[in-house]
């Protein structure tokens, strides 16, 4: 049974930082694309970054530069490090298997919540 377990949401002030991480079983982790996904209130979801299963990285534009994505395929854990947080941000975050463009039809986690709020 494919399982990801995301855990490290909380609240932070805007300028924070949070490391999201999703543990993951089930399936050869090492060898899949994983994804990170959120969904903001009241809004649909959106794509933040993925990573190839050679570790080459993706990031939404919005992220770019304050977010990193990485793997630990020994573990088999997805980490989503964010700083420079801003109230934009919040939203519950998903990991997802699959890269960018077959995350959606893909197994996802039960999400995490972030919130950036002073």
């Known amino acids: 049974e494919v399982q990801l377990v995301e855990s490290g949401g909380g609240l932070v002030v805007p300028g924070g930082s949070l490391r999201l991480s999703c543990a993951a079983s089930?399936?050869?982790?090492?060898?899949?694309?994983m994804s990170w996904v959120r969904q903001a209130p009241g809004k649909g979801s959106e794509w933040v970054s993925s990573?190839?299963?050679?570790?080459?990285?993706y990031y939404a534009g919005s992220v770019k530069g304050r977010f990193t994505i990485s793997r630990d395929n020994a573990k088999n854990t997805l980490y989503l490090q964010m700083n420079s947080l801003e109230p934009e941000d919040t939203a519950v975050y998903f990991c997802a298997r699959g890269n960018r463009w077959s995350y959606a039809n893909d197994y996802w986690g039960q999400g995490t919540q972030v919130t950036v709020s002073s």
């Open positions: 990573i190839s299963s050679g570790g080459s990285t």
């Open positions: 089930g399936f050869a982790f090492g060898s899949r694309d």
